[in-house]
């Protein structure tokens, strides 16, 4: 007699497939409502303890019923989001999701494909979102690109080409101790941090990255840039990269992008431009002019969760020289080698970045422009440039509001200036007034410090935002500050007794 013992095989598929499918209809339906009902919530709330702690359980050994998961996340996760997808959503500096978007997400996820390349659909897709880049964005269809997690890495990637093109050595094989003389990046005082991080990362240390100083307009002085380098050649060290910035995180302030590109080629400098904020203005009818030059550059970060409202993460980058860019990333492990036929035909992504394994970005990206077409993005990117100016205008309208910067594009920077407070009085009463906008769900703004003074900021990329949003961005601001105000003097007067 056999008496066969069946094994135990598992798997993480559900028991019901009807069960999963009621339960699923009911996650959308409840997505739907809650982006319906978007603007009737704050902005942002402070979690209660109990949400906090809850974070805090032990790791989950045994099964629990999907239904009462998702029960957990909709009274513990949902109610308490970053805010961005909010109309009064202003702070930093980030997109504001889409629906299209996010089912691109999961279906990427149900398909579940993995964008290190090969010889299959969303790998095609992939590179056609590139390629769509480079058309919206001015590059020839020869350059190269990749998507990534995001503006920092997209500028890395950039970065690191333009390192390894200027290095003079085989920096690959030799590393950065044998470059001969010490290579300079320059950018604005108004850079990102994410170009300090880049630098360190490559090996070329913090020092290698000149601030320059930037003009009035917060714009990069292109003549004191002109004089670092020929100080740089002068002392033996070798000018390798400019990084031009089209639209700073402080103040939205762009490059003159022609006269970098024209210096650069002089100089035979790499030209890299971070675009992270601004490249996509090059897609706005009313405003594109502002970005004329990005399509010089040797390669361009810019950043799809921004201005296109992509759901993290998406980034880009893009490559004039191909091949420059390949040799600076291409391994192909044995496990990895093409094949004349069958999945492995196809491309190899992963020959383009630091990552193998790669998600399946474009999906989200591609359903959305198919969704609602490029015009459309092009539009709200004038829309929120307007908005921006029409905030400008209240601003200007209100004698306890001042700008605290030019207004160039979509963010603008001012604070509240009853008149007769020391700096860090009205630094202490600005702080005040953006807590309480954020802690009563008004409206979400950040705060920097511009040239040493500080300033209350407001970053519209956002499709939601309207124009009465802003409007009551200003009666709330100017309501907490005569709140505030009159508190704060009782508490100074007591703080003096
Ligand atoms: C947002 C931003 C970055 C970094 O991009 P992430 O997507 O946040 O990684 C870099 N440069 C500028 C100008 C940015 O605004």
Request: net charge neutral.
């Amino acid at each position: 007699m056999n008496i066969a013992v069946e094994p135990v095989e598992e798997t993480l598929d559900p028991g019901n497939w009807a069960d999963i499918e009621a339960l699923s209809h009911r996650m959308v339906d409840d997505a739907i409502a809650y982006l319906r009902d978007l603007r009737d919530r704050p902005v942002w709330q402070e979690m209660p303890e109990e949400v906090k702690t809850f974070f805090t359980t032990p790791l989950p050994r045994s099964p629990m019923a999907l239904g009462d998961v998702y029960r957990q996340v909709s009274e513990k996760v949902m109610p308490y989001p970053m805010g961005n997808i909010h109309p009064r959503f202003w702070s930093w500096y980030m997109g504001a999701g889409n629906f299209a978007g996010a089912m691109g997400e999961f279906l990427a996820a149900i398909q579940g494909s993995n964008l290190g390349g090969g010889n299959h659909a969303a790998a095609l897709m992939d590179q056609q979102v590139v390629d769509w880049c480079k058309e919206l964005l001015g590059f020839p269809s020869s350059a190269s690109g990749t998507l990534t997690s995001g503006g920092s890495m997209a500028n890395f990637i950039g970065l690191n080409v333009a390192r390894n093109v200027k290095a003079g050595i085989d920096v690959r094989e030799l590393g950065v101790a044998a470059i001969k003389k010490p290579l300079r990046f320059y950018a604005s005082d108004q850079m990102h941090s994410c170009h300090r991080k880049a630098v360190e990362a490559l090996g070329l240390g913090n020092q290698s990255l000149r601030r320059i100083a930037t003009d009035a307009d917060f714009r990069i002085d292109v003549s004191a840039l002109r004089r670092a380098i020929a100080e740089d050649r002068a002392q033996g060290l070798a000018p390798a990269c400019i990084i031009a910035t089209a639209g700073t995180v402080n103040t939205g302030a762009i490059d003159d992008l022609p006269a970098l590109a024209d210096l650069a080629e002089e100089e035979g400098l790499w030209f890299h431009i971070d675009g992270c904020i601004g490249a996509l203005i090059a897609l706005a009818p009313k405003n594109a002019h502002r970005v004329a030059g990005l399509e010089r550059a040797d390669s361009l970060a810019f950043d799809p969760h921004k201005w296109l409202h992509t759901p993290f993460e998406a980034g880009c980058v893009l490559i004039r020289d191909a091949e420059a860019h390949r040799r600076t990333f291409t391994v192909t492990p044995e496990f990895l080698e093409g094949r004349p036929r069958g999945l492995a035909s196809g491309h190899w992504l992963h020959d383009y970045g630091l990552q193998t394994s790669r998600a399946f970005r474009a999906l989200k990206i591609w359903m959305a422009f198919k969704e609602h077409g490029v015009n459309k993005f092009a539009r709200l990117i004038d829309q929120n440039i307007a908005q921006a100016k029409y905030l400008s205008d209240l601003i200007r309208r209100e004698p306890c509001l001042e700008l605290a910067a030019p207004t160039s594009i979509n963010i603008v920077c001012f604070r509240y200036r009853p008149g007769d407070l020391d700096a860090a009085a009205l630094k202490a009463l600005n702080i005040e007034i953006m807590l309480r906008l954020q802690e009563q769900g008004i409206a979400a703004i950040s705060d920097t410090t511009i040239r040493g003074t500080h300033a209350l900021r407001v970053a519209i990329n956002n499709h939601r935002t309207r124009r009465r949003d802003l409007d009551l961005l200003v009666a709330e601001t100017l309501r907490l500050g005569a709140e505030i105000r009159p508190a704060d003097q009782i508490q100074r007067r007591v703080a003096r007794l």
